[in-house]
């Protein structure tokens, strides 16, 4: 779910502009899964920017306040979605921790980092999603230590097909400030594609896997 289309226009028109969200259609980005993607999207980037930093936090404090008003925990993902996730939580006066990709390998051997309790009630903020494997594994973590998730709230994600199943078979509801296909429309309205880069992109977006196979990074 996308928070509302004026906020998705703007946030996709920031990345877009600091270069935030970078399109190579015809010089693939490669992810870590092997898979060639004509986009790659690095939302840390606006931290760096006080005015854009400031208007993504208040959508993302927006998307809690009228999609998870019951959460009182906010829980970063590492690592690009504990900035964000801090900053909302300051906004909201509420406990912040975050969750590992991996338990530490000393010490506690900590997965979930800060204070929680067992019944706490956990918004979950993400910078980005793509699969939402990684995104949808912190918030299984939080399952197992006894917090219930009300949701999860992100700066972007590329709205691919198999997101949306994932988080449908986890239960757990996605709201994001902006999308893929906000994201095109504003690249395209301001120039910095044309129109066989957007079918491109359109391609990729439709069927990643195809589109991987015929363009080799």
């Known amino acids: 779910m996308i928070m509302n289309p004026e906020t998705a226009t703007k946030?996709?028109?920031?990345?877009?502009?600091i270069n935030a969200i970078k399109l190579r259609p015809d010089k693939p980005f490669t992810w870590a899964s092997g898979l060639h993607s004509p986009i790659y999207c690095d939302n840390r980037l606006t931290l760096s920017y006080p005015d854009i930093r400031d208007f993504i936090k208040r959508g993302l404090v927006e998307a809690v306040k009228e999609n998870f008003a019951s959460a009182n925990l906010v829980v970063g993902?590492?690592?690009?979605?504990?900035?964000?996730?801090?900053?909302?939580a300051q906004e909201l006066n509420l406990p912040f921790a975050y969750v590992r990709s991996s338990a530490?390998?000393?010490g506690l051997t900590n997965r979930i980092e800060?204070?929680?309790?067992?019944g706490q009630n956990a918004v979950v903020v993400e910078d980005l999603v793509s699969t939402g494997k990684s995104s949808l594994a912190a918030v299984e973590t939080l399952r197992g230590a006894g917090i219930e998730?009300?949701?999860m709230v992100s700066v972007f994600t590329y709205g691919l097909p198999v997101a949306e199943e994932n988080f449908q078979k986890a239960r757990?509801?996605?709201?994001?400030?902006?999308?893929?296909?906000?994201?095109?429309?504003?690249?395209?309205?301001?120039?910095?594609?044309?129109?066989?880069?957007?079918r491109s992109l359109y391609a990729w977006r439709n069927d990643p896997e195809k589109w991987s196979e015929t363009h080799v990074a």
């Open 11 to 17: 946030v996709a028109l920031h990345l877009l502009k």
């Open 104 to 106: 530490k390998t000393h």
């Open 77 to 88: 993902v590492a690592t690009a979605g504990i900035p964000q996730g801090i900053l909302v």
């Open 114 to 118: 800060g204070h929680v309790e067992k």
């Open 172 to 198: 757990c509801r996605l709201v994001s400030l902006s999308g893929y296909s906000y994201m095109m429309e504003a690249a395209l309205s301001h120039r910095f594609i044309d129109e066989s880069m957007l």
């Open 149 to 151: 998730v009300a949701g």
